[in-house]
């Protein structure tokens, strides 16, 4: 019996070994077979992790609410996966990140919001197609409303700081009306007509309980996975050196109250070109300053030998703290 088993066994072990060395050997002389073999150990694609709690400006999520868990895992799951952009956000906001950040808390407006002007543009200068522009992208009218100067040589939703204090003045008026940041991030997105029409026919008080457009019910999950990802970027592969992001450019300031008829000419003057000068100061919008009315503008410049790649690496490595209150990235060599 012994050796009839031990024949069974050795027999198996023949065939087992004739199988697989078939298939090695088909599969070496099979690129099709090759290619599938290293796909399948090599690329892999998980759900990403949602967390168990999650708040924006202080309020809770409903996070176990079955839809609301579904929404923030879609968007989770588009902006882990959208990794080129993705990447980007995290590089622009290492510059811009502090200079809203100090702005937001001098208007006591939650720090969340700085995520609203990366969703709204990538901190990018772009113009929508219905004419939204700048970082936090108002309209016209609306800039005008908040104070911001809109002219043909001169628009300041393109100046961060004025933008940025003009949105606070947005979001302080209408948490006034709502009561929560939520439903006041949920109007800067479709406007507080609308958001008043959704909670009145609905009888809702809460954004997580309205039934909405998709843009708009897709905003705030927006702001909660971007929040999330940045916050612990390596929970969601996300690996970045500090010499990856995109420091501040150390600047000095020149007070302006006259006209500039030539403003290639007056980066000339100052050490500087027109593209740098246009870079530093994207809301002056022509190739000259009209000022009749001689209002106090401020331009900025370049300080000296701030604008090449191994003196601004320098200038993260002495102001590195901000590293870590901008983004949560650890730093790897």
């Not at 298939?23 to 949602?50: C, M």
Request: charged residues 25%.
């Amino acid at each position: 019996m012994k050796k009839l088993l031990a024949a069974l066994v050795g027999l198996v072990g023949v065939v087992v070994a004739i199988v697989l060395f078939t298939y090695s050997s088909e599969t070496e002389k099979n690129p099709d077979k090759q290619y599938r073999k290293a796909f399948e150990r090599n690329y892999k694609i998980f759900s990403p992790k949602i967390p168990k709690s999650l708040s924006f400006a202080g309020e809770a999520v409903p996070i176990d609410t079955f839809y609301v868990r579904e929404s923030l895992d879609r968007e989770l799951s588009v902006n882990t996966y959208f990794h080129s952009s993705t990447l980007s956000l995290f590089k622009r906001a290492y510059r811009w990140f502090p200079v809203i950040e100090p702005i937001l808390e001098k208007n006591n407006i939650p720090n969340d919001f700085k995520y609203l002007a990366l969703i709204e543009s990538g901190f990018l200068n772009v113009e929508s197609p219905a004419g939204a522009a700048g970082f936090w992208q108002f309209l016209k009218p609306t800039a005008k409303e908040l104070g911001l100067e809109v002219t043909r040589t001169v628009d300041e939703r393109y100046h961060l700081e004025k933008a940025t204090k003009a949105a606070c003045e947005y979001f302080r008026k209408k948490y006034e009306h709502f009561g929560t940041w939520t439903l006041t991030a949920a109007a800067y997105n479709a406007g507080k007509r609308r958001i008043n029409d959704y909670m009145d026919y609905q009888m809702a008080g809460s954004y997580y309980d309205l039934y909405m457009n998709e843009e708009t019910s897709r905003y705030v999950y927006r702001i909660l996975a971007l929040k999330t990802i940045m916050e612990d970027p390596k929970e969601y592969g996300f690996y970045l050196r500090q010499k990856d992001l995109y420091p501040p450019i150390p600047t000095k300031k020149l007070p302006v109250d006259t006209g500039v008829s030539n403003l290639p000419a007056f980066a000339k003057k100052f050490g500087t070109n027109y593209r740098i000068l246009k870079e530093l100061n994207p809301w002056l919008r022509d190739k000259k300053l009209t000022n009749v009315t001689r209002k106090d503008y401020v331009i900025e410049i370049p300080v000296k030998d701030s604008v090449t790649y191994h003196n601004l690496i320098e200038q993260i490595n002495k102001k590195h703290h901000i590293f870590n209150e901008a983004i949560h990235v650890d730093q790897i060599d």
